[in-house]
Structure formats: structure tokens, C-alpha cells
């Protein structure tokens, strides 16, 4: 018999699905039947979803000035809420969790409106702006990077770690292998859903300047857009380097997990399953996000001497390569790297922030759930 349902909410992004569906594998595990409320650019991520029913719910993201743009934005967002309360009516969840973006404004604010336990979890080191405006109508935020002194709700807060997917947690069981010599050297590039086209632009001309011997050592798994793709492809093969190119790929734990060095974006969810599994990592923070929310999640990583943190702007073609060719010559410091990195990730991150779930489900205050994990 069932112990309850729970009601997920998360963008339709990989940074905010990703956990929500680790959280879904583990709640469900434990007897509880899953729903989740996202978006329409969800589909891709949600095929394996362990969800008893995915809900379409509107919302739209309020970034316009313009009065008609806002006009619009609001009126997508109260018909969510009306969307999710339907849902919520139908299903009775104990408890709604949202996992942040703007698809989780409309079943969040739902739910507490009709007196539904509620959390959210943010994944990265800056609370985001949809997480932030339920910030003081939820009961619960868990933070995966995020401090327990985080302003007016810290109260609220509970560093639980970003949950990884259970392919992240199998991944980690391979040890690191550092490459030495004349031994093929595998190197991972991937940039999130925004900003794979300055790895697409920048990494095929750096490669070309490393040194002929690197070069034949060199083998590249590469994230590129669906109008970058054959480019990229076709620059490696000319450079006669080995590569495997694509838009999105569904094994990028093992994918992680195989890399001797990961360059990088540093979005929450990456970072956290970088330093689970435990690899090197080039970390290159989205230049143009908001809140700068990545600089923050990469300078978490760094600090533990897990990664190194560069600045897009100073990553010429030049410079990409003088890592590069550093960091193939350096198999100690990368062994190092790994080691740091791997000291660092929360694989109990899931469990943890199941356990947080149900005590809210259960209304159970935040204090004395603090209280448990302390003692």
C-alpha cells in the first residue's frame, strides 16, 4: 500500500529535472506514488521519468518590461494555478516539491493555497527568482549549494546537497584512471542547454594547436547543438582526432565517469555530479546567467581543489590549449583533482532530502528536523 502521493514541480531544463528525478526514484522506492508538474520542454528528459502521471502545467517566464509581454506572462501563470489546482484536487498529495523555474510558480503557489505541505529545493549557490518568490509562502528549502544563512528564510533552509540519478551513483563506483604517456586521453566538453556554442566555436581550433603527439592521444565526447553538430564533427575530422558529437546524450554519467578531464559549464546539477563521481573539471561559468549563480556553484568546487574555475572572457584558443596540454602532462596533479573532487560530493544528497520530504509531509517543523540531522 501506498504511504502517499507526492507532487514534483520542475522546469523543463536538465538542471532542474535531473534531481527531482532522483528524488522520484528514491520517494518511490520507499512507497510513495509520484506525480510531476512540468512544461512542454520537458519530453526529452521525462521519457524515464518514475512518475505515476507527468501534468502539463502553463506558466511563462516574467522577464519582458512590457506591459503586454507581463500581461501575457501573468495570465500563463494563473491558468497554471488553476491547471494545478485541478491536479492537486485530483491526486490529494501530501506534500508538492519544487525543484525551481518558472513551471513550478503555478502547482507551488497552488498548494499553498490550499494549505498543502510545500518545499522547494534550490540546486545552485544564489536562491533563483522562482524559488525565491515562494521562498517565504513554502515550508521547507533545501539547498544543494546553497548556505543555511540565506537571508530573510534562513530559518527554512536545510543544506541536503543536489540529489544525483542513480546512474550517477553507479558511475561513481569507477575509480579514476589517470593517463600517462603515450595512453589515450578522454576528454568530455558539454555546456548544458545554454551555452554549448562557445565550446563548439572555441575547442576545435585550441585542439589544433596542441602538440601532434597530444593530439594522437586525444579522445573527444563533445555536447554541441543540433546546428553545431556537423561542424564540430567535421573540424575533429579533419584534425583526424577521434570524437563523438552530439546534442544531447542519455549516458552522460558513464560518460563523466570514463573522462580523464571534464571542461565545463557550472550549472548546479553538473558540478554535484562531477564531485560525486569524482573527475578533473575545467569549469567555464555561464557568462550571461542572472544571478551569476554558476561562478557561485564553480568557486564551491575550486575551493576544494576539485576544479578550476575560468572565465569564458579570458579563453582564447590559445589559452584553451596551454590547459590542455598542462593538464594531459599532469596526470599526478589530476589524479589529485579527482581525488579532491570525489571528497567533496554528497551521494547521500537523495536520501537526505527524502528524508526532509516526508518529515514535511508529515508537518513536521524544520527545527526539529534540523535537530535529527545534527544528532
Same mark, same amino acid.
Given at each position: 500500500? #501506498?504511504?502517499?502521493? $507526492?507532487?514534483?514541480?520542475?522546469?523543463?531544463?536538465?538542471?532542474?529535472?535531473? +534531481?527531482? %528525478?532522483?528524488?522520484?526514484?528514491?520517494?518511490?522506492?520507499?512507497?510513495?506514488? $509520484?506525480?510531476?508538474?512540468?512544461? @512542454?520542454?520537458?519530453?526529452?528528459?521525462?521519457? =524515464?521519468? +518514475? /512518475?505515476?502521471?507527468?501534468? +502539463?502545467?502553463?506558466?511563462?517566464?516574467?522577464?519582458?518590461?512590457? +506591459?503586454?509581454?507581463?500581461?501575457?506572462?501573468?495570465?500563463?501563470?494563473?491558468?497554471?494555478?488553476?491547471?494545478?489546482?485541478?491536479?492537486?484536487?485530483?491526486? &490529494?498529495?501530501?506534500?508538492?516539491?519544487?525543484?525551481? *523555474?518558472?513551471?513550478?510558480?503555478?502547482?507551488?503557489?497552488?498548494?499553498?493555497?490550499?494549505?498543502?505541505?510545500?518545499?522547494?529545493?534550490?540546486?545552485?549557490?544564489?536562491?533563483?527568482?522562482?524559488?525565491?518568490?515562494?521562498?517565504?509562502?513554502?515550508?521547507?528549502?533545501?539547498?544543494?549549494?546553497?548556505?543555511?544563512?540565506?537571508?530573510?528564510?534562513?530559518? &527554512?533552509?536545510?543544506? !541536503?546537497?543536489?540529489?544525483?540519478?542513480?546512474?550517477?551513483? %553507479?558511475? #561513481? =563506483?569507477?575509480?579514476?584512471?589517470?593517463?600517462?604517456?603515450?595512453?589515450?586521453?578522454?576528454?568530455?566538453?558539454?555546456?548544458?542547454?545554454?551555452?554549448?556554442?562557445?565550446?563548439?566555436?572555441?575547442?576545435?581550433?585550441?585542439?589544433?594547436?596542441?602538440?601532434?603527439?597530444?593530439?594522437?592521444?586525444?579522445?573527444?565526447?563533445?555536447?554541441?547543438?543540433? %546546428? @553545431?553538430? %556537423? =561542424?564540430?564533427?567535421?573540424?575533429?575530422?579533419?584534425?583526424?582526432?577521434?570524437?563523438?558529437?552530439?546534442?544531447?546524450?542519455?549516458?552522460?554519467?558513464?560518460?563523466?565517469?570514463?573522462?580523464?578531464?571534464?571542461?565545463?559549464?557550472?550549472?548546479?546539477?553538473?558540478?554535484?555530479?562531477?564531485?560525486?563521481?569524482?573527475?578533473?573539471?575545467?569549469?567555464?561559468?555561464?557568462?550571461?546567467?542572472?544571478?551569476?549563480?554558476?561562478? /557561485?556553484?564553480?568557486?564551491?568546487?575550486?575551493? #576544494?581543489? *576539485? *576544479?578550476?574555475?575560468?572565465?569564458?572572457?579570458?579563453?582564447?584558443?590559445?589559452?584553451?590549449?596551454?590547459?590542455?596540454?598542462?593538464?594531459?602532462?599532469?596526470?599526478?596533479?589530476?589524479?589529485?583533482?579527482?581525488?579532491?573532487? &570525489?571528497?567533496?560530493?554528497? /551521494?547521500?544528497? !537523495?536520501?537526505?532530502?527524502?528524508?526532509?520530504?516526508?518529515?514535511?509531509?508529515?508537518?513536521?517543523?524544520?527545527?526539529?528536523?534540523?535537530?535529527?540531522?545534527?544528532?
Amino acid at each position: 500500500m #501506498a504511504k502517499g502521493t $507526492v507532487l514534483l514541480a520542475a522546469g523543463g531544463t536538465g538542471g532542474h529535472l535531473f +534531481p527531482a %528525478e532522483a528524488l522520484a526514484h528514491e520517494l518511490a522506492a520507499r512507497g510513495w506514488q $509520484v506525480h510531476l508538474a512540468t512544461d @512542454d520542454r520537458a519530453e526529452r528528459f521525462a521519457g =524515464k521519468f +518514475p /512518475a505515476v502521471a507527468i501534468h +502539463p502545467i502553463s506558466s511563462s517566464t516574467i522577464g519582458s518590461k512590457n +506591459p503586454v509581454a507581463l500581461l501575457r506572462a501573468f495570465w500563463s501563470i494563473w491558468r497554471g494555478v488553476r491547471q494545478a489546482s485541478q491536479v492537486i484536487a485530483k491526486i &490529494k498529495p501530501s506534500v508538492v516539491i519544487g525543484f525551481g *523555474g518558472y513551471p513550478t510558480l503555478p502547482p507551488l503557489y497552488a498548494a499553498t493555497r490550499r494549505g498543502v505541505p510545500t518545499m522547494v529545493h534550490e540546486q545552485n549557490a544564489v536562491m533563483g527568482r522562482a524559488n525565491k518568490a515562494l521562498g517565504s509562502k513554502v515550508d521547507a528549502i533545501a539547498g544543494g549549494f546553497l548556505p543555511e544563512n540565506s537571508g530573510a528564510n534562513s530559518a &527554512k533552509v536545510v543544506v !541536503t546537497g543536489n540529489p544525483v540519478r542513480p546512474a550517477v551513483i %553507479e558511475a #561513481a =563506483k569507477t575509480p579514476y584512471v589517470a593517463s600517462a604517456g603515450s595512453d589515450a586521453f578522454n576528454l568530455l566538453v558539454f555546456g548544458g542547454s545554454q551555452g554549448a556554442q562557445f565550446f563548439s566555436d572555441a575547442l576545435p581550433g585550441a585542439i589544433a594547436l596542441l602538440p601532434e603527439a597530444l593530439r594522437a592521444r586525444l579522445r573527444v565526447t563533445q555536447q554541441a547543438r543540433v %546546428e @553545431d553538430a %556537423e =561542424k564540430v564533427k567535421a573540424a575533429y575530422a579533419r584534425l583526424g582526432i577521434p570524437a563523438e558529437v552530439s546534442p544531447f546524450f542519455t549516458d552522460m554519467a558513464q560518460r563523466i565517469a570514463a573522462a580523464q578531464l571534464v571542461l565545463s559549464r557550472s550549472g548546479a546539477s553538473t558540478v554535484s555530479e562531477i564531485a560525486v563521481i569524482g573527475r578533473p573539471a575545467l569549469l567555464v561559468p555561464y557568462p550571461y546567467a542572472l544571478d551569476h549563480d554558476q561562478a /557561485a556553484n564553480a568557486a564551491r568546487l575550486s575551493a #576544494a581543489g *576539485g *576544479g578550476e574555475v575560468h572565465p569564458q572572457a579570458t579563453l582564447s584558443a590559445e589559452r584553451i590549449a596551454e590547459l590542455l596540454d598542462g593538464a594531459m602532462n599532469d596526470p599526478e596533479r589530476l589524479s589529485g583533482m579527482a581525488a579532491a573532487a &570525489k571528497s567533496v560530493g554528497k /551521494a547521500d544528497a !537523495t536520501r537526505l532530502l527524502a528524508d526532509l520530504a516526508e518529515a514535511i509531509a508529515s508537518k513536521t517543523p524544520v527545527s526539529e528536523f534540523k535537530k535529527g540531522v545534527r544528532t
